[in-house]
């Protein structure tokens, strides 16, 4: 059996499992996107929120528990905003997005 030097508490692994909830529905709710169209829904969805605003909804509950995260001290915003820069370089240089 693997000892763990730094275990999570029980708040960290409520977290981490409702943020690993919510990126899968990220993923779904870009797959849906992708498939039907923005501006699609489901049929059967008596409120018709169409596949933008869903994504809106889920990427919003992910940032939420993002900022849980950030505001218990369990991860550090700086160290989240230098990722955030980083990243932004490196699509600068690897992708189209900035062209």
Not at 52 to 76: A, P, W
Not at 84 to 95: A, G, H, N, P, Y
Request: with cysteine.
């Amino acid at each position: 059996m693997i000892k763990k030097h730094n275990p999570c508490t029980d708040f960290e692994e409520e977290v981490l499992s409702l943020i690993q909830e919510e990126c899968a529905e990220v993923i779904q709710a870009i797959s849906k996107t992708r498939r039907f169209g923005w501006d699609s829904y489901h049929p059967t969805d008596s409120e018709k929120i169409d596949n933008r605003t869903h994504l809106e909804i889920e990427l919003g509950d992910l940032l939420c528990l993002v900022e849980i995260l950030v505001e218990n001290g369990v991860i550090s915003s700086a160290c989240v905003h230098k990722a955030i820069v980083d990243k932004r370089e490196r699509l600068k240089q690897f992708s189209n997005l900035f062209q």
